[in-house]
């Protein structure tokens, strides 16, 4: 391990736990240290196994038995196991990154508010539906006196989705809504997550709606590719493919995001934005500590 590195475990093995372990592997300022998971058979298990990395089929127990071997915990598992891991996590002070729709803790959009979520030691990355779709409501609301209504559709590919986000789909409707609401002060918003079974799979498109009194569609048109253009300096796949327009007295503009490809497929970009959002903040935080370390 480098000196200019912190250490991360990564608490699930799944596909989202995995792909974020090709991530933290690739950081400059981050190295995983621990890879848990519950099934010793696992295919996460075995693809850290064959990167060098330590492993254990123990789940939270493997900190809480080692507290010292990380800095960082990434919990990749479910909104109710993550109920359950942060107090423990929370008592041997850890800087955890939730990437569950728990609702537990600060959430983030690292284009929105990536530094202030720097100041809480349980951070929630709300959902990918959340991450595609608040930062272009955020950035309508900024740029508008008022919004009364806004509505996100998104399609993710079916094959995408896995035993988590299948047993999470309620809550991830709840905390995409109410993120819509907070970023935005608009008190009317709906979320819609349709599972794509097409093969060959799609990518993942999010579509909003928005509805505001005497809209400045320059100011919106300026202000939405802004944040587009802040997103893709840590999601490299996401794209602007319909830019704002008016449709039916309503804003309408959509986005696709492609993954990176790293241990899932490209037309995964669901799990992509989500994890790209917590590696951004997990280096943001390694960055920000190991200053403080060297006395910078």
């Known amino acids: 391990m480098r000196t200019n590195q912190l250490k991360v475990a990564i608490l699930g093995s799944g596909n989202i736990g995995t792909d974020l372990l090709i991530k933290v592997l690739r950081s400059e300022y981050l190295t995983c240290t621990l890879f848990t998971g519950r099934n010793p058979d696992s295919r996460g298990l075995q693809v850290a196994r064959e990167l060098g990395v330590q492993t254990s089929y123990r789940s939270i127990d493997a900190i809480l038995d080692n507290p010292d071997c990380c800095d ?4 990749a598992t479910s909104a109710a196991a993550h109920i359950r891991h942060y107090p423990l996590l929370k008592a041997l002070g850890k800087f955890v990154i939730d990437m569950t729709p728990s609702q537990l803790g600060t959430s983030c959009i690292p284009a929105v508010n990536l530094q202030e979520s720097l100041h809480s ?3 929630n990355m709300i959902t990918c539906g959340g991450q595609a779709s608040v930062p272009l409501a955020y950035a309508i609301a900024q740029s508008q006196q008022e919004v009364s209504y806004i509505e996100v559709v998104s399609s993710i590919a079916s094959l995408s989705a896995g035993p988590a986000t299948r047993i999470n789909l309620d809550e991830y409707i709840e905390s995409t809504e109410d993120a819509l609401r907070s970023y935005t002060g608009c008190t009317r918003t709906k979320a819609i997550l349709n599972l794509n079974p097409a093969i060959p799979s799609i990518d993942m498109q ?11 569609m320059d100011n919106i048109t ?13 999601v490299p796949g996401y794209q602007l493919i319909v830019p704002p327009v008016i449709e039916n007295g309503r804003i309408a503009m959509m986005v696709k995001v492609q993954g990176l ?4 497929p490209t037309h995964a970009g669901n799990l992509d934005i989500i994890n790209c959002a917590a590696i951004a903040l997990a280096e943001e935080y390694a960055r920000r500590s190991l200053a403080v370390r060297q006395g910078g």
């Open 121 to 123: 030691n349980n951070v």
């Open 261 to 264: 490809g790293d241990f899932l």
């Open 206 to 216: 999010t579509t909003l709606f928005a509805v505001v009194p005497e809209p400045n």
């Open 72 to 75: 960082i915990v990434i919990d």
């Open 222 to 234: 300026r202000s939405v590719e802004e944040m587009v253009t802040r997103i893709q300096h840590y």
